[in-house]
């Protein structure tokens, strides 16, 4: 392979800091330690390659969509909304451009791609991507809720209520109606009390 790969290798090792960057958001529900970048990544890619089955798209590139959704983040931090008001966390296409400068051609155009794509919605796996977004935030506000954070009713509330797929909206209801062990209770053959 005549490509140089230095640029590849220094983004895989910047890519490694979104497993200790902290969605910084749910500091404001009291939550001491909340899910980093590539927890909330690695759950929406699954989220979204299940919505886009069930809506008709291609599941893997919605999934391909998700996973990248985010990456931005190692040079931005995660901005939640409230900071968003006092400093925009910066174009996911700018910081892209500068992130994959001096990568093989093919990868930089690529990853520009997706990450375009994500952000111009339009496609259907794009929209089953930002779905799968907003649905993960809903489930981990579930499950801060129930670890005893009140506060995280407001994201669960923000979430849902930003959901455009029927699909996502279904599973919205469904989740809303389980508990976060009720999966672990059906896998031990065990009836909810």
Known sequence: MADDLSAVGRFLY????????????????????????????WR????????AKLEGADPAKAAYLAVWHD???TRTGDVNHLGKKYAPAGDPQAVTADQTAGMPEALTAAIRDVVAEYEARESPEAVCARDADKLECMLQGIEYKAQGYENAQRWIDNSRARLVTETGRRLADELLGQGPLDWLRTALGETKP
């Open 44 to 51: 929406a890619s699954l989220i979204a390659s299940l919505i």
């Open 71 to 73: 990456t931005q983040e």
């Open 14 to 41: 910047e890519a490694g800091t979104l497993k200790h960057t902290r969605r910084t958001g749910w500091w404001m529900a009291g939550v001491r330690d909340p899910e980093s970048v590539a927890e909330h990544a």
